[in-house]
C-alpha cells in the first residue's frame, strides 16, 4: 500500500526542537495541528491558496463503482457537492507520525496519490457491474433514460475508461501552518522551561 505524506520542517523549528530534552510532546502537538489543518482542507475545499477544482458531474468513476457493487448509482454522483468526501475514508485515515526529532502527516489510503496529484487511473465496468446498469436503466423514466443515455450511453459499449482528477493537493505545508506550528513551539518551549 503506497503511503503519502509531508515532513514537518523548517531550519529555525528544527533548532528548536533540537534544543528541548525531550520533544516527543512537542512534535505530538505539531502533528495534532497539522493533521486539523489538512483535514480541514476538506471541508473548505481547499489548502492554502490552492481552491480545488469542483469534480466532474456525472462522476462517472463513483457510478460505475455504484453498478460494480450492484448498487444503483448514488444522488451525489450527479453533483459537484461532497468533493473528496465521498466516504470520509481518506479525510479519516489523515494521522501523524513522530520518529526522533520529527513528525510526519501522511495517509496510507491507495488512491491518496492520483487525488493529490491528479493522476490518471483506469475504472471498469465488471459483468455484474453491466447487468446493475441495464437493470437501472431500465428503471428510470424515458426522460432520464434520453438524458443518461446523453451524457454517459457509451457505458453500454465500454468496460473501462481513464479518469484523470484534477490534482487537490491536501497534503501540504503552507505559510499559515509554518505560523501556527511556530507559535505552537514557542508557547510549548515557555511552558516547559517555566
Known sequence: MAKISINVSDEKLDKTIAGIEDPSEVLKAIGALMTQRVQRSFRTKKRGSHVWEPRGVPNVAGIISDFNKGQNPKARRFSTAGLMIDTTRLRGSI??????NSVTIGTNVPYARKLQEGIASTVSLTFAGRQKL??????QSKRKRKEFGKEMGWLFRKTSITVTPSARPFLTIEDQDVKEVMKLVKERVINVSK
Open 134 to 139: 441495464r437493470q437501472w436503466y431500465r428503471g
Open 95 to 100: 494521522e501523524p507520525s513522530v520518529s526522533g
